[in-house]
């Protein structure tokens, strides 16, 4: 943490500050600038500690050196994690494709979108039970009755299932039911929730929060790590900016940037981030390409191309040729998409026969 | 709701549209247009209809025309709502004064801070039993010994005191100590909490979201209201932008806009919205002018102007001097800053007597 | 400059950095930390060699100490600059409020609104020769001739005028009517236009850029001083954030933070950081309670409250009520506003006979 | 254009809405909605006509329909524009790679990058001769020299030439010499010079603005067209948000979503749009399978890997294999990577031999 004193200030106020810096168990160092002097704490400072000295007389501003999350960093764990679900293997060269509807509505309309996600390729089957509603009047999902109807969706099609959990209430009772835990980007700051996933024994898909900065997305998986729950998968979902044009912007420099950073694998929702179905396919591509470890897709089954739930979702024919689209992508940067449920299974057998 | 066409729509795709609209239950209106047919949507929509209209062929956008909040809105209640907490009333002209710590350490500090605020004219004290941080490595707060000493700074100087409550599950035991539940930033889309205080009967201070949007803001009021809780306060806290030169932007504009929008009282959080004590007077005094109808003030007692617990917080003789500051605004702008708590008291045992 | 080794950096590395430094001409100043190694550079540094040096291996990141702009600098300059225009000086405890059209169209509407702006107290009139429009095919403002209608609205009204010039070849015809020089936020970043400005000889507002920070905005001042015009205002008038219910967020945290950074006088445009006129009075209050040392306000003759020719006008009668509600608010943080044109003419007449 | 009347608006202001349409020669069409009046205005309508109708009596908000650009309309022309510069084709099915110094430094160096970007397989040869600088100190460009020292590396390698151009006065001297004249991000919405490249009779690159909206970049594109310059190829170069991680956020859902509004073509800059050389190969790899038609890459030849000009340059080695990764991208999404410079002059040597 480095001090930087005002032009001007007094001996008497650099003193000051090197005396404080003492009292409170920390070493100082001092440098004689040309236009300023500045004081460098040394020892295990913390990010408090800047807002506490930049109090002190004289002070101009306090800047911070070192990075605040330990566990989520590559400085401290320089090998790629790899979360494993079920079959399913996220992170690690493999490219993997989770898709399913905006919300759980019937047990016929989710089984036929599974149906769907496993044949045109998809890894893991998508779908709020309990939903986050801007308006309290909006409906918010069918809760325990939709975990039923996703786990029945499993059981036929051997996906694997994510769902959001939004109430630390309803963490032990998700968790019974799903694959992953899916923390939503409203709640990515929620920490009595992040808490919660960190003891629920489960993996846990934490998107980044509307406005959430980096550091900050690092931060909400350093508090599910520090529970000792060490699969974590990071999602960029968009951030909120000035353009209306789309929904939210996809931040795509986030990935490779977070890749350098954090060991941990970094998925992509194109469908929240652009909000417009015809942009999800190319977004998606484009984050594959930039070096993401997989998607999460709103597929919803309309197949006479009448009412879908919403402007961001594909038809099950459009999500076909997303996967279609994505595997030569992957190919182009070194990767894999992960083999298909089926033919992993089946190739299983083989092997096994 | 108004539905408008791709230039070049073919017949058979407005028809389509129009067909659609009336088969949901609604009734369709077209217009003509110089390059596109719009069709109006007539009869109870609700915000997610624009999402599945969207998705229809031929169709370019969909525009909203209605707002989505009622309870909150000043079009369904032209009144000023007036909260009422203790001694103080919040809204009407008062401009009420709230004050305190970040968060609650000592009983001694609470207690000098608290006779400080009070001292210098205060109204409510606050201060974080519950705290939300970034980072799970920093101090999270005393929890409910952080309430007992809240309890009993107010016992000693009659001001009534506010604490954040970021867990629903904590919301009881909160609600028994706190004379009002704060709603922090972070947790302002936390719809389980906001359900939880809805049904608390005390009242709410709802901060706006780090980048929330004045429609999102009052959506979140309107969860509160509508379990039948009354009593809510607005506060601006400072937006997230590009600037990086102070903490946060307070968005002075949402002041009047919401004052116009909504019967709810609004007050201003100087302290988080520029994370510097330099700014906290002037960027209070000028929500004042802008029609706030109160602040929430960080105040830390540091009587050696040495070591502060933040580089936001005022000492006491700032604190005292902001508000010797804001009479005269209030006054200028047609309001009185609500009467300080002592005096109150003296008067109404003069009355009395 | 501070330059931060990356965890884990080598010795030859650091030396690496502490040569490179020291063959550019810097001395250099190592100190080891818990975590890190920093190497601080000594000397006469430019902002670009963060740049550089960010590039060198084993470097995570640098850090700039000093600010890059000088003139604009409070720290050079400590006294308030007052900038004089004719009868009217903006800045030193005097409160200035600019009023007129947003663009000039005829003469009567000119001369009628000018009129206006004085009887209603206003000190200068404002109004667009050449006008910036983000479409082509919009009215681009009528030039030379709209100068002509300004000056003829000084001769009669006895208000300095201020209006915008756009480009560079312009300056000299512009600079040769208007008292004031307007360099609007499209073009606040324009460098070819700042240095034209700078050699004109006459004051000059400028506009924040519509996502400039503060720290460009007072280099964009800079510009204009280090050609030796001193006579630069600066004017916030909203930036450009997630927020889409207002027009631009107004940020008023700038206001004081630029009061303390500069000792240049800054004034309000609550017209276009709104873009709603009923939200320009308790904005405008807002900034002059903030420390403003003044106010730009869209005006336009439009009697029967019928048509006029934006949504952020104000008729005459609101700017009059405008003018009366700011000088209690100026009163109230130990300002005056400016003696209206006529009343300070007929002072100097009585003095002088 | 559609007007929304407030809830309550009076059947006197409803019809005073409609009579004033009319009498501005439109027509009015009045919806009569569950909650709230709308009415209708047909015909030739302007942006600005929303400002005007907004202040009538009674009115809640105006919404726009119409899209303001017609001649970079994808909707006016359904046909891919593709740009012709000397032997290269920007658009089309073609990816196209710039690349060269920020700014041009000594002919040795420039002629040295011009050969590494050909031997590369970049296609033009860009380089700063007018360099925008946000410091009035900073080096702002050789001027006119830098124009020869391009010039002399197209003589030599046979790459086209690209550079900015920031004042209206140079845009004759700087089209005498460049082939692309390119428009920087903070001059997007230099209306004066957007008129003079419209006239230079030269293709045109043009920068989104920094804070730009897709619609104003669209606008500024249909300045230069308007003047009959059909050659504009517009550059997506990240946009100003509150992340500070990387210099700017690239904006990749612009790439697809412009390429569905208009048909011009559309490179990507990921250079400045990161600021940081290690994210650059990721970030144009992204931006080639979202869509774009090319890049625009800083390159500077530092063969021993020491001090390169910014944290944002590649080495011609890093370039290299940019180019090597585009390739199979471009190919996975359908597209080529343009034949390189030496390859094309070869292939018609052959052709016509």
């Known amino acids: 943490m480095i001090v930087v004193m005002r032009t001007g200030a007094t001996e008497a106020q650099v003193l000051g500050v090197q005396k404080q810096i003492r009292e409170m168990g920390f070493r100082d160092h001092r440098i004689h600038g040309e236009e300023r002097n500045v004081v460098a704490v040394l ?3 913390y990010p408090e500690l800047a807002d506490e000295l930049a109090t002190l007389d004289g002070v101009d501003t306090v800047v911070r050196i070192s990075k605040p999350f330990k566990l989520a960093s590559r400085e401290v764990n320089p090998y790629d994690t790899v979360v494993k679900v079920g079959p399913v293997e996220i992170g690690g060269g493999n490219i993997v494709v989770m898709g399913g509807p905006c919300s759980v509505d019937t047990e016929e309309n ?5 149906r769907a996600v496993k044949a045109a390729g998809g ?9 986050p509603r801007t308006s309290p009047y909006a409906f918010r999902g069918h809760g325990e009755k939709g975990l039923h109807i996703l786990a029945a969706a499993r059981e036929e099609t051997g996906l694997p299932i994510i769902t959001e959990v939004m109430d630390p209430r309803d963490v032990g009772l998700v968790a019974k039911h799903a694959d992953i835990l899916q923390i939503g980007a409203r709640n990515s700051q929620n920490f009595a929730l992040l808490d919660e996933v960190g003891k629920a024994g489960k993996p846990v898909l934490l998107k980044r929060a509307i406005s959430g900065t980096i550091e900050e997305w690092l931060l909400a998986a350093e508090y599910i790590l520090s529970h000792g729950n060490r699969d974590v998968i990071l999602c960029e979902r968009g951030i909120r900016t000035y353009e209306t044009a789309t929904r939210f912007t996809f931040d795509i420099n986030a990935i490779p ?4 950073l954090s060991h941990l694998p970094v998925i992509a929702d194109p469908s929240h981030a652009t909000g417009k179905w015809q942009l999800v396919t190319p977004v998606a591509l484009g984050a594959i390409a930039a070096g993401a470890d997989g998607l999460i897709i709103e597929v919803h089954p309309s197949p006479d191309h009448a009412l879908s739930d919403g402007a961001q979702s594909l038809t099950p024919a459009n999500f076909t040729k997303l996967i279609e689209a994505a595997r030569p992508v992957a190919e182009a940067v070194g990767k894999t998409l992960a083999p298909a449920i089926g033919e992993r299974e089946s190739k299983i057998r083989k092997i096994a026969g």
Chains 1, 2, 3, 4 share one sequence.
């Open 43 to 45: 020892g295990h400072v």
């Open 110 to 114: 989710v089984l036929e979108t599974a």
């Open 123 to 131: 890894h893991i089957l998508r779908g709020g039970a309990f939903k």
């Open 257 to 260: 940037l977070v890749k350098r």
